[in-house]
């Protein structure tokens, strides 16, 4: 059984940072790679970046490029995605993914993480 458990969002400041964490139970050949999406209110669901296991190689959207990063922490099936220059129309419920490949898990990931809320203030 495969389960992603995210954490770390909250409130800040514009300008200021969060690190969300999450904890994979099982790496599988499923969950190879990882990835953060986000849905802000009123918007669609929003690739953010992603990594794999085996590599520190990362793929981010334009949108965060030069602000978030994502990093990994096989020793405790933990991923991070530190963001930094926090900006309102940052807001959203951040969700942790896993998938086969980093093409495939920033589309169609195969397991979802309950979401973490990012509250941005101006």
């Known amino acids: 059984q495969v389960q992603l458990v995210e954490s770390g969002g909250g409130l800040v400041q514009a300008g200021g940072s969060l690190r969300l964490s999450c904890t994979l139970s099982?790496?599988?050949?499923?969950?190879?790679?990882m990835g953060w999406f986000r849905r802000a209110p009123g918007k669609e669901r929003e690739f953010v970046g992603a990594?794999?296991?085996?590599?520190?190689?990362?793929y981010y959207s334009n949108s965060v490029k030069g602000r978030f990063t994502i990093s990994r922490d096989n020793a405790n099936n933990t991923v991070y995605l530190q963001m930094n220059s926090l900006k309102p129309e940052d807001t959203a419920v951040y969700y942790c993914a896993a998938g086969d490949t980093i093409g495939a898990v920033s589309s169609t990931p195969n397991y979802w993480g309950q979401g973490t809320q990012v509250t941005v203030s101006s």
């Open positions: 990594i794999t296991w085996s590599s520190s190689s990362t």
């Open positions: 099982t790496r599988t050949f499923r969950t190879s790679a």
